[in-house]
C-alpha cells in the first residue's frame, strides 16, 4: 500500500470518535494477516491515532455482548483473508455487531484469486453489508491481491436502471483531489424508495387535511406525506422533502397498531415491523418508554403528553338537594345548636311561659315571620340578635339556591388514583403494560382491577358508568369535547386530574439505523421551531371547528316574541287577584267579629 493509500484512510476516519481493528483470524493464513496488521499498526502509530485491537476466530465459540454503547460512529478497520472468510464471519454474532453500529468502516481483503472478478465480488458483498445490516458508510481494498490499487465504495442511493446502488472503484491520487467521492452520505437520497410503517390516528395522522386547513398554503402540498395529514404525516413529510426520499407506505392494521412485545415474546403492530427491519421508519409517534426489545432506536422527542384514566362525569346533584348542600353537615348542626338555645333562653326571659308559643316566636324571628311581641330592654337585645342571625343564615341560603339554579353542581369527581381504587370501578384497558414498570402499592391495587377490552368502543362503556381506562392527555381533551359531551352541554367523561406519569413524544428506527442522525438533526429543528406544537394546534383545532359546527344535540331554538310573556303576566294577575281575595275576606272577618 503507497503512502496516498495511507492518506485516504485517514481522511475517512479523520472524525470518528474511536478506532477499533478487527482481524478476523483463519488458522491457515494466521501469519499473513498477522504480518499486514502489524503494518497497519506502524502507520496508526505514525498518524498519532489511537485504536484498540482485537483478534477473532471462528473455530472459537464467539459470544455477542448486547449491551454496547448502540450510539456508535466510530471507526472500525477489519483485515480479512479473503470475502469468503468475512461471509463466514458475517453469519456468526459478529455480524449482528456490524449491523448495530452505526461506524466508519475500512475493510482490507488481503487476498484474491481472480483479478477479472475483484469488482464484481466487492459489490456484492458492499451491497449485501447495506442491504442486511444497513451499513453505509464502508472503503474496501484488497491490498495484496492483483487488483490492490483501486478503493471501492458503495453508493446506496443511486438508481441503476431499475434497481438502487452501485458500487465505484477510485485511484487514491483520484480520491486525495477530490476528498467530497468518499465522504458520509449526503443529505439527497434521490428520490431513495423509504419503506415507512404509518397507520391512522387521529388528529395525528389523518387520511385527508381538514377542511379548514385545506386553504391553508403552508398544508396545501401533502404529496411528500402521500396525502396523510396531522402531526406525525407532516413530520415525515418534511424529511422526505429535505432528504429527498420516496416514502413507502405499510400501513398496519392490527388492533394494536402500536405494538408491544408479548409474555410469550412475540411483538405485534409497527413495533413488530421495525424490529424486524421491514421498514426504515416509524414516525406514529409513541411514548419514549422500555419496550422490552434492544431491536430499535428512538428519535430524538418532538412533543411531550401524559398517561391519565378517564372515568364517567358524576351525575349532577338534584334542586331539591340544594337546601341540603348549601352547608356542611357540621355547620347545620350549629344552626339547629344554636337554634335550640335560643329557644331555651327565650322561654326563660320571654313573656310567654307556654314552650310551644315560645318556639313559635323564636322560629318566626329567625326566619323573618312577622309576629307581634312587645318586649323589655333586654328581650329587643335578644332578638336584635336573632334578627342578625336570620339576615346572615337566610342570605347564605339564597345564594345556595341562586348559585343552583344559576349554574350546574355535581357530586365530587374522582380527581386522584387512590380515589379510582376506592370507587370499586373496573380498568378496561390493553396499555398496562405503558405502566407496568411502576410496582407501587397503589399500583398493585389498582392492576387487580383491570379486566380485558371487548369490541364494543371502552370510552363509551365509560360514558355509561360500567368501567373506567387510560389514555393519552390530549387525546383525551379532544374526545370528550367533541364526541362525548351530552345535549345540555354535560361532558359524559371525566379525566382524573392525577395523571400516572409523563412521557416524551418520539419515532421509533431499527436499531444502528444509518438514517438516525440525519432524521434528528431535522426534527430537532423543526421542535425548536416550534413547528411541532404548532401542526398539532392548527390539526387540533380544525377537528374540533368542524367536528361541533355539525354538531347536532337535538336541540331546537325559536325567536323570542311578547307573546311569550303572557305567563308572566297571568301569573301577576293572579297573584294580585289572590291578594285581593284575601284582603277582601280579612276585612269582612274583622267586620263580623266587631
Known amino acids: 500500500m503507497t503512502d496516498n493509500h495511507w492518506l485516504v484512510y485517514k481522511t475517512h476516519i479523520f472524525f470518528v470518535r474511536s478506532l477499533k481493528i478487527t482481524v478476523l483470524q483463519t488458522v491457515k493464513h494466521h501469519h499473513e494477516l498477522n504480518e499486514f496488521t502489524e503494518k497497519l499498526i506502524v502507520k496508526m502509530n505514525e498518524m498519532r491515532q489511537y485504536f484498540s485491537l482485537e483478534e477473532l476466530f471462528l473455530y472459537k465459540n464467539y459470544t455477542f455482548d448486547d449491551n454496547f454503547d448502540i450510539i456508535d460512529i466510530g471507526g472500525h478497520i477489519i483485515i480479512v483473508w479473503s470475502i469468503e472468510v468475512l461471509t463466514k464471519f458475517l453469519k456468526t454474532a459478529f455480524g449482528t455487531q456490524i449491523g448495530e453500529r452505526r461506524g466508519t468502516y475500512a475493510i482490507f481483503i488481503i487476498f484474491h484469486e481472480y483479478c477479472h472478478t475483484v469488482y464484481s465480488e466487492i459489490s456484492k458483498l458492499l451491497q449485501h453489508l447495506w442491504m442486511e445490516y444497513g451499513t453505509l458508510n464502508v472503503l474496501a481494498q484488497t491490498p495484496c491481491s492483483c487488483v490492490r490499487k483501486s478503493v471501492y465504495k458503495h453508493f446506496a442511493f443511486n438508481r441503476t436502471g431499475t434497481t438502487w446502488g452501485v458500487t465505484r472503484s477510485y485511484d487514491p491520487d483520484e480520491i486525495l483531489t477530490n476528498v467530497k467521492l468518499i465522504e ?140 341540603f348542600t348549601c ?98 370501578l373496573p380498568i378496561a384497558t390493553n396499555y398496562w403494560y405503558l405502566v407496568g414498570d411502576d ?50 352541554g354535560v361532558p359524559l367523561l371525566h379525566m382524573v386530574r392525577e395523571c400516572h406519569s409523563s412521557f ?36 387540533s383545532s380544525s377537528i374540533e371547528t368542524e367536528a361541533t359546527k355539525g354538531l347536532d344535540r337535538g336541540i331546537s331554538f325559536a325567536s323570542f316574541t311578547i307573546y311569550d310573556m303572557q305567563a308572566a303576566f297571568r301569573v301577576m294577575v293572579l297573584g294580585h287577584g289572590c291578594s285581593m281575595v284575601v284582603f277582601v275576606l280579612e276585612f269582612v272577618t274583622s267586620y263580623v267579629h266587631t
Not at 335578644?382 to 341562586?402: E, H, K, Q, R, S
Not at 439505523?513 to 426534527?523: D, E, G, K
Open 184 to 323: 458520509r452520505p449526503s443529505v439527497n437520497f434521490n428520490g431513495f424508495p423509504l419503506k415507512v410503517s404509518l397507520f391512522w390516528r387521529i388528529p395525528n395522522v389523518l387520511k385527508s387535511q381538514p377542511k379548514f386547513l385545506s386553504d391553508n398554503p403552508i398544508y396545501g402540498d401533502l404529496s411528500h406525506s402521500k396525502g396523510y395529514a396531522g402531526i406525525d404525516a407532516f413530520l415525515l413529510g418534511n424529511l422526505a422533502e429535505h432528504f429527498n426520499f420516496e416514502p413507502i407506505i405499510i400501513q398496519n392494521k392490527e388492533r394494536e397498531p402500536f405494538g408491544r412485545v408479548l409474555d410469550n415474546g412475540t411483538i405485534t403492530g409497527s413495533l413488530a415491523d421495525v424490529v424486524n427491519r421491514k421498514v426504515h421508519y416509524s414516525p406514529n409517534g409513541r411514548f419514549l418508554k422500555n419496550y422490552d426489545t434492544r431491536k430499535i432506536e428512538f428519535t430524538v422527542p418532538y412533543d411531550s403528553d401524559k398517561f391519565c384514566m378517564v372515568v364517567p362525569k358524576s351525575p349532577k346533584i338534584p334542586a331539591w338537594r340544594t337546601l
Open 327 to 424: 352547608f356542611s353537615c357540621v355547620t347545620w348542626s350549629a344552626i339547629f345548636l344554636v337554634s335550640l338555645l335560643c329557644v331555651v333562653f327565650w322561654f326563660w326571659i320571654g313573656p310567654s311561659r307556654q314552650l310551644s308559643k315560645a318556639t313559635w316566636q323564636v322560629y318566626a324571628c329567625l326566619v323573618g315571620i312577622p309576629v307581634k311581641i312587645v318586649p323589655t330592654l333586654g328581650q329587643a337585645f335578644f332578638l336584635t340578635a336573632c334578627f342578625v342571625f336570620n339576615i346572615i343564615i337566610i342570605g347564605v341560603i339564597d345564594g345556595a339556591f341562586f348559585t343552583e339554579f344559576s349554574t350546574t353542581v355535581f357530586y365530587g369527581d374522582i380527581n386522584t388514583l387512590d380515589d379510582l381504587y376506592k370507587s370499586n
Open 439 to 488: 410496582e407501587s402499592e397503589l399500583m398493585t391495587k389498582l392492576k387487580t382491577r383491570v379486566v380485558p377490552t371487548h369490541g364494543r368502543s371502552t370510552y363509551d362503556q365509560v360514558a355509561e358508568g360500567l368501567v373506567a381506562t387510560w389514555g393519552r392527555k390530549q387525546d383525551l381533551d379532544r374526545i370528550i369535547r367533541i364526541e362525548y359531551t351530552g345535549k345540555d
Open 504 to 539: 416524551l413524544i418520539v419515532d421509533i428506527v431499527p436499531k444502528g439505523s444509518p438514517f438516525l442522525f440525519a432524521f434528528n438533526s431535522v426534527i430537532m429543528r423543526l421542535f425548536e421551531g416550534g413547528f411541532t406544537s404548532k401542526w398539532y394546534r392548527d390539526v
